[in-house]
DNA sequence: TTGTACGCGTTATCAC
DNA sequence: GTGATAACGCGTACAA
């Protein structure tokens, strides 16, 4: 009971060879009913359990999947990844973890490792401070598929799976202004991102449409947690003319606003009124509740897969890249709704 | 460019033969210093890159690890995973990662396909369902190693990380007692699970302890969500005497009972205190913030693997059980504290 | 110091 | 329908 059984145990047990026991295992039309049923039988008296190593050695495929992302316990990669794992799971692969930690060196020593380990695919979602686009780019370099979700690099050749930053922060400066404000103020994160670049975007273009002015001082760049976005909010208030909204496009940023404007006696959403990205589960649980853009991170992560697995159907032939844009859904709830409840 | 290089390529290149380009590759002493500056220039000129099924294959180790839960994005799994993956990353293990979706085939299924994998171990929090411990017994019968994690089984040669979920319980219902509650309602969840039936003992033992009367009606079972938590309390409210507090095993729970609360005007905490367990991150920010017991995801996520790579390297000598049992750790807030602010 | 030969567990291609 | 053999990529005794 010690050693594994192979295919060959199951052959010398029985006095056939290996490649009929494989052929049995497999199904494989031309072998008699007698020995298949024999080899089945013994297979699971010997306790015989596939070794998905050695096939996948002979094959090329692995059915591994590798997934990358800076972070795996925030709510949002979370989520995409169990949207990943959702997907891939019924259709055979399995799905191999990695962090960055917002590492750029460690993030191209993950994707070597992942490499080495002969991943079919590898889904990633890009490190902050991975700006070198060159670097990366050499290891993309096949034969290994890559996809982008969230995070992604611009490139030519390698899809990508994203929501739709720019119309859902248009969406929520819009809706903002259709609730009466006059001032509104952004916090951005880092427009070295794709991502906060389009919500910049969105959010300007949505003042431009109705003939709100813009003002530089309101827009401040914030890291994503409570403390920047508490100091953001006390230099808001602190203008000659301070704002009467703010959309922000990081929700723990905008937590530490709220909490700020709390502790002055600022009313939400009476006087001020605020929305978030990224729809984190303590929006909805907050007094007032925060009106935020759901990212749909399963979606996401189901789409993301999918997208590979098209990829790696038809590899190596096509190299078609197919950019995936999933709409964004603002979220309303009490803290933008100066007119009436939620 | 297309096909991947192999030592064989390496080897055909310098005119050597592919034991010697191993050999150079793996720091072998006995290797010319010229060979193996040739072997490694030309690695890196033709992309090599290991292939570590062959590796796996040849030495019966594939240097990954299964990670089983019931689901990757809830804020402990998600933060215990992690923990895990910064362990087992830097000593070469990758993390494969599985969820059970709290089905109990779906767990078996798994796990096979894992072992199939030849994973090196298996960290497995098991699914609530599971009450079938022969069953899985059979699939653990070697060889691959397994560690429980948070939602154990009581297998006599399993080892086990888990929480002191009981003396958790304990602070935390003698805390309540300490801030003056004289009624204390307590939310269980499934005394089927080792873990609830732990709080739970904890909770009547510090009852007991301060000579605070027990009381069945004041214990209910619910499931680990707000819907569920809002009709408990309710029922606790319509009782003949009602409670001044509750000391819940999940904060989920818990949540929906504080905004039941809330909406009846029940002041939280100058009338009726509250004590969850997890320290959900949301509890932090609620208002009243809420006090929970930490169950130190990250910490438990480090011991299971740390465990899980002693039992390998002792493998497959010795069988020796480990049982860690972490501190849990009330954190206090608001919620709890009527005699002063914190 | 390097080459030879073999095995890890499977599957695929020939034969018979 | 089944057997024999080679191959996937690598590491390692053993020999030279």
Chains 1, 2 share one sequence.
Do not use: W
Not at 171 to 184: F, M, P, S, V
Not at 300 to 320: C, D, T
């Amino acid at each position: 009971m010690s050693k594994k059984a192979t295919i060959y145990d199951i052959a010398k047990e029985l006095k056939i060879t290996a490649a009929t026991v494989s052929r049995a295992l497999n199904n494989n039309p031309k072998i008699s009913e007698k020995t298949r049923e024999l080899v089945l039988a013994t297979a699971t008296r010997l306790n015989y359990k596939q070794n998905r190593l050695a096939v996948a050695l002979k094959s090329g495929k692995s059915n591994n999947v590798g997934v990358i992302v800076p972070f795996i316990n925030k709510n949002f990669f979370a989520s995409v990844i169990r949207g990943i794992e959702d997907e891939l799971y019924p259709k055979g692969f399995h799905v191999i973890i990695s962090q960055t930690h917002e590492d750029k060196e460690r993030e191209k020593k993950i994707i070597q490792n992942l490499i080495n380990a002969q991943v079919d695919g590898i889904l990633l979602s890009t490190s902050f401070t991975n700006i070198n686009k060159d670097e990366l780019r050499f290891e993309l370099k096949k034969p290994s598929l890559f996809v982008f979700f969230d995070r992604t690099l611009n490139f030519k050749d390698i899809s990508s799976v994203t929501i739709d930053d720019y119309q859902g922060a248009f969406d929520a400066t819009e809706h903002l202004i259709q609730q009466g404000c006059k001032r509104i103020a952004h916090f951005d994160v880092d427009q070295n991102i794709e991502l906060y670049k389009n919500r910049f975007k969105g959010y300007k273009d949505a003042l431009k449409k109705h003939n709100v002015k813009f003002k530089g001082e309101y827009v401040i760049s914030i890291k994503s947690n409570m403390e920047a976005g508490k100091e953001a909010a006390e230099k808001l208030m602190k203008l000659p003319v301070p704002p009467d909204a703010i959309f922000s496009s990081t929700d723990n940023g905008l937590l530490g606003a709220v909490k700020y404007l709390q502790s002055q006696s600022v009313l939400i959403p009476e006087t001020f009124c605020v929305v978030g990205f990224s729809n984190e589960p303590f929006t909805k649980f907050l007094e007032p509740s925060i009106s935020s853009v759901d990212q749909s991170p399963l979606e996401m992560g189901k789409m993301a897969a999918k997208v590979l697995l098209e990829q790696i159907e038809k590899n190596p032939v096509v190299n078609s890249k197919n950019d995936v844009i999933l709409p964004a859904k603002l979220i309303v709830r009490k803290s933008s709704c100066k007119t009436k409840k939620n």
